[in-house]
């Protein structure tokens, strides 16, 4: 099992900047990636990064590139996403995932176990 819990979610304004952390716990050696997902209100969950485990290897939805930077600190066990100019579409709760198998789709959101309580972000414009 792996335990996961976000934070740094909070009330922003428009054009602000945003570092969400994910701490993981439990069998962290037995993970091959993580991954951030966010669900706006009304809509489905969808995927916005991954990250291999390792650290290697970085996913981004194309809607999020050059904005989203997502990295990790294996001593640490935790997973960051950083966030710049962040728009008030943008408002969502975000999740994130542990993958445990190597997986050709690290954007799926069926490929993932395990999965933190979520943390939300507002934007304000």
């Known amino acids: 099992q792996v335990q996961l819990v976000e934070s740094g979610g909070g009330l922003v304004q428009a054009g602000d900047s945003l570092r969400l952390s994910c701490a993981a716990s439990?069998?962290?050696?037995?993970?091959?990636?993580m991954g951030w997902f966010r669900q706006a209100p009304g809509e489905e969950r969808k995927f916005v990064a991954g990250i291999t485990w390792s650290g290697s290897s970085t996913y981004y939805a194309d809607s999020v590139k050059g904005r989203f930077t997502i990295t990790s600190d294996n001593a640490k066990a935790t997973v960051y996403l950083q966030i710049i100019t962040l728009q008030p579409e943008d408002t969502a709760v975000y999740y994130c995932?542990?993958?445990?198998?190597?997986?050709?789709?690290?954007?799926?959101?069926?490929?993932?176990?395990?999965w933190g309580q979520g943390t939300q972000v507002t934007v304000s414009s």
């Open positions: 995932a542990a993958l445990l198998h190597i997986s050709a789709w690290p954007e799926r959101e069926s490929e993932y176990e395990h």
């Open positions: 439990g069998r962290t050696f037995s993970t091959y990636a």
